[in-house]
């Protein structure tokens, strides 16, 4: 078990640009989910998959944002055209859950995305 | 509206002393979670609370839920400086056809020798 891996661990970016993090979670893990967290803040779900399917989006998700996972294993998060408030911590979890069986979701270290 | 509410957001002691971290939630749930985050570090879980009067103990840190009354604590017994971090609660609920975890905003704890 090497645990939930995500990349970058930091990016920098400038207002406008399109930025993309990548998350490896737990390899028998069929379900992964994004987040979004600010400093002195909870996580913010932003988006769930089971295996490949993304079953649920938060209202919160912009069009500007969109994920993927495309094979039912990694997961990528895109967000277009970056603004100051996208700043914050990315968190990706996942979990192995069967129908309405919830076990809990391990969590990466985080992408910090930060805008310039 | 949805809502989990903890209490203190922030709390600083000395080694040894007990405390107790409260959260709340606003609708029905038959499942809450504890997590520790250290500063830039993942969130790790503690705790799973899957019913009324669940209580869960791991070393100095003790965890319970009351559904009716909507409320769990974490109890912190002679607390010593490596409990130093922000713990979490997140309740999971019922969202159309699936579920999804509520947070609360973290309670930051510092513990000095």
């Known amino acids: 078990d090497t645990g939930v891996s995500q990349d970058p661990r930091h990016k920098i970016t400038k207002r406008g640009q399109n930025v993309t993090f990548r998350c490896d979670p737990i390899s028998e893990h069929n379900r992964l989910y994004w987040y979004r967290q600010t400093l002195g803040q909870g996580p913010e779900f932003l988006t769930y998959?089971?295996?490949?399917?993304?079953?649920?989006k938060s209202r919160l998700l912009s069009d500007r944002f969109s994920a993927e996972r495309p094979k039912g294993s990694f997961s990528t998060l895109e967000i277009q055209r970056t603004e100051q408030g996208d700043s914050a911590m990315y968190l990706c979890?996942?979990?192995?859950?069967?129908?309405?069986?919830?076990?809990?979701?391990?969590f990466g270290d985080g992408t910090r995305l930060s805008i310039l | 509206e949805l809502k989990v509410e903890q209490n203190p957001l922030f709390l600083s002691m000395q080694e040894g002393k007990n405390y107790t971290i409260y959260c709340n939630y606003s609708?029905?749930?038959?499942?809450l979670y504890w997590y520790r985050q250290d500063p830039g570090k993942s969130l790790e879980s503690l705790f799973v609370?899957?019913?009324n009067g669940a209580v869960k103990q791991e070393g100095r840190l003790m965890a319970s839920l009351d559904t009716k009354a909507r409320l769990s604590t974490l109890h912190i017994t002679a607390a010593v400086h490596d409990l130093s971090a922000t713990y979490f609660c997140a309740v999971d609920m019922r969202m159309d056809s699936n579920y999804q975890l509520i947070w609360g905003a973290g309670t930051k704890l510092i513990i000095k020798p």
């Open positions: 979890a996942s979990s192995l859950g069967t129908g309405q069986g919830r076990q809990p979701q391990h």
């Open positions: 998959f089971q295996n490949e399917a993304q079953l649920e």
């Open positions: 609708t029905t749930s038959d499942r």
């Open positions: 609370l899957l019913s």
